[in-house]
Antibody, heavy 119, light 107 residues
Framework: QVKLVESGGGVVQPGMSLRLSCAASGFTFSTYGMHWVRQAPGKGLEWVAIIRYDGKNEDYADSVKGRFTISRDNSKNTLYLQMNSLRAEDTAMYYC????????????WGQGTLVTVSS | EIVLTQSPATLSLSPGERATLSCRASQSVSSYLAWYQQKPGQAPRLLIYDTSNRATGIPARFSGSGSGTDFTLTISSLETEDFAVYYCQQRSNWPRTFGGGTKVEIK
């Protein structure tokens, strides 16, 4: 079955960087677009970024554009999120999610990795 | 950006009762709306996509309806495992956006 396992979260100071990873298994990773979605503590869901199945196109929420970079390594079945210039408002659980219906919805999710930005 | 407003914020019901959750969009999303369920400490789960299509493995007691700007998720008879937070999400425009959620709690 589909399995997505995020890692790389932790506590960082404002302005610092962090790279999240998402290891995928149970499906042909290289044929699916992938997303990052985040959820601040006690809050709702916010879409963060998408990357096409072949890594050749990506898009971002305005709140992270220019600071975050989504990438993937299809040879390692792994999705990444490079987060630079982190702010307190980036504190959230970060989920990787598999794309469903070509950039439309999210049909499988990891359990998330928590990022806390605090001085 | 399309804003999705969910109501009510909290719904207090008993097992076996019918739950009706609402999602209103700030502009038309056609039929491009999904619903997710999230339980405490868990990731969201896709329930319904494109307004009324159940995702794989979702029980028939979950149904969706609506079009344009007004949508409804109905749970015909609540089971204990259905008490959770429900989010709507649109795919009409970028960025993809979610509603603020409706918590279905045990009365």
């Amino acid at each position: 079955q589909v399995k997505l396992v995020e890692s790389g979260g932790g506590v960082v100071q404002p302005g610092m960087s962090l790279r999240l990873s998402c290891a995928a298994s149970g499906f042909t990773f290289s044929t699916y677009g992938m997303h990052w979605v985040r959820q601040a503590p006690g809050k709702g869901l916010e879409w963060v970024a998408i990357i096409r199945y072949d890594g050749k196109n990506e898009d971002y929420a305005d709140s992270v554009k220019g600071r975050f970079t989504i990438s993937r390594d299809n040879s390692k079945n792994t999705l990444y999120l490079q987060m630079n210039s982190l702010r307190a408002e980036d504190t959230a659980m970060y989920y990787c999610a598999r794309d469903f219906k070509k950039g439309s919805y999210f049909d499988d999710w990891g359990q998330g990795t928590l990022v806390t930005v605090s001085s | 950006e399309i804003v999705l407003t969910q109501s009510p914020a909290t719904l207090s019901l008993s097992p076996g009762e019918r739950a009706t959750l609402s999602c209103r969009a700030s502009q038309s999303v056609s039929s491009y709306l999904a619903w997710y369920q999230q339980k405490p400490g868990q990731a969201p789960r896709l329930l319904i996509y494109d307004t009324s299509n159940r995702a794989t493995g979702i029980p028939a007691r979950f149904s969706g309806s609506g079009s344009g700007t007004d949508f409804t998720l109905t749970i015909s008879s609540l089971e204990t495992e259905d008490f959770a937070v429900y989010y709507c999400q649109q795919r009409s425009n970028w960025p993809r956006t979610f509603g603020g959620g409706t918590k279905v709690e045990i009365k």
